[in-house]
């Protein structure tokens, strides 16, 4: 297995375009994600010199002995003093045959809504389980969450094997929890790898440590992990239409064009559209790019589109493929991850950040929470802080949305506190999808 190119520097992932796999590592507080990371990025040989030594001084300003690899991650003085992961730390990592995009996500319950920022554009969740503490109901939570994101394929590295004397029931009481609750989250993919991220057994290098395991290592199983798994599924390989949120409007003389990201599918010129939500439609004259004019437009571009016919159209607005629009409307049933301090409850009114459109909302309904451990929807009038549920929002002005399950872009939104501007929800819009039977025991 060829070694990781250092981060920052010129190597073959830049040169031959190949593919991407971002993932999230989520877990509990203390069962070790900083560290396995710290540990990946310094067994491939990603970190300079004079980051080990900055790691080291702050490994012995708290008294360690030992290098401390939670500090690779753990950037913020308040993190370091603390012992924890606060905000989510971004790394960048290559292999000769791929691009790693790591986002090593707070465990801690009191930082929930950043453990959900990091895994929203994950392909897939690289699960820490402590296995002297076994399954927790953080770790329950994470996975949860990061099911209902559209992370569909996990890594559990079950961790400090070494501190159970790599007893084989330990992993294996592990693994059942995780590929149970795999199952009932409806996750396609779970790959159960007894580890010690302290020592570095089966991380990179396989270890003997374990003779009972056979299967890859951690970074074996991310190397060989499908990427682009979002798109490759739900966008243009299947004939998804295309969805464009207006960004800006550019004026050339007396012409216009609209520019955004392009999502669901490709977009060519002739294509005929809609503009929603006044629904105005139209065809596709013409494409643009930094590099100039184009014919096609694929998915995760940034494009600017002219319109045959000059429409009233605004940041805010949705151009969509005509064959295959989203639905418009101001009554959304939505499945929240609730962040506030304080109850969620019918009637609390909020602004909904929808793509590029914002606009009033009220919640009209608490349908239901989440019960983790059972993961059964149970009646509720409202939602306390970091609980999932569902709810029904009416909005000010109509949206153009798509079932989370089929689009991030345009099924997920956030609710903003009007007085604080703080994001107190994450929403996707329709109910979770959970894989039918009775919840797993713990073992």
Same mark, same amino acid.
């Given at each position: ?233 739900? *966008? ?63 998915? *995760? ?143």
């Amino acid at each position: 297995m060829a070694p990781l190119a250092p981060s920052g520097t010129s190597n073959v992932a830049e040169r031959t375009g190949i593919d991407l796999l971002r993932f999230a590592a989520i877990g509990s507080v203390d069962d070790g994600k900083s560290t396995l990371i710290g540990r990946l990025l310094l067994d491939t040989r990603q970190l300079f010199d004079d980051q080990l030594e900055a790691v080291g001084a702050d490994s012995r300003r708290r008294g360690g002995t030992e290098m401390d690899l939670a500090f690779v991650t753990d950037g913020l003085r308040s993190e370091r003093e603390q012992g924890i992961t606060i905000d989510v730390a971004y790394r960048y990592a290559a292999t000769t045959s791929r691009k790693f995009v790591i986002a090593d996500c707070p465990g801690h319950v009191q930082y929930t809504a950043n453990m959900a920022t990091g895994a929203s554009t994950a392909d897939l969740g690289l699960v820490v389980v402590d296995v002297t503490a076994g399954l927790r109901e953080q770790t329950r939570r994470h996975t949860c969450i990061a099911a209902l994101l559209g992370v569909d394929q996990l890594v559990v590295a079950a961790n400090k094997m070494d501190l159970v004397s790599w007893r084989q029931d330990r992993y294996e009481v592990v693994k059942a929890q995780m590929e149970a609750l795999a199952r009932r989250l409806g996750i396609r993919s779970c790959a159960v790898v007894p580890i010690s991220a302290l020592h570095g057994d089966n991380v990179v290098a396989r270890s003997d440590a374990a003779p009972f395991y056979r299967g890859p290592t951690v970074l074996e199983t991310l190397e060989s992990a499908p990427a682009g798994t979002w798109s490759a599924v739900r *966008g243009d390989r299947v004939g998804a239409g295309a969805r464009l949120p207006v960004q800006w409007v550019l004026r050339h003389g007396k012409s216009r064009s609209y520019a955004g990201i392009l999502d669901g599918g490709p977009l060519a010129t002739g294509d005929e559209v809609v503009v929603l939500p006044a629904g105005f439609c139209t065809t596709v004259s013409a494409l643009g790019t930094y590099d100039g004019p184009i014919r096609e437009a694929p998915v *995760g571009l940034a494009v600017s589109v002219e319109l045959a016919d000059d429409l009233d159209v605004g940041r805010g607005d949705l151009i969509a493929a005509a064959f295959d629009p989203p639905a418009v409307t101001s009554d959304v049933e939505a499945t929240v991850c609730w962040f506030g301090h304080r109850s969620l409850a019918a009637g609390d009114r909020f602004r909904v950040k929808h793509t590029t459109r914002e606009a009033p909302a009220r919640v009209t309904e608490i349908v239901a929470k989440l019960d983790v451990h059972d993961l059964a929807l149970v009646g509720t009038t409202g939602l306390d802080d970091n609980e999932i549920g569902v709810v029904r929002l009416a909005t000010g002005t109509p949206l153009a949305v798509d079932p989370y399950a089929r689009s991030r872009v345009t099924g997920g939104f956030v609710l903003v506190d009007e007085a604080t501007n703080a994001t107190l929800a994450a929403g996707m819009v329709g109910p979770p999808s959970l894989a039918s039977g009775h919840g797993e025991q713990a073992g």
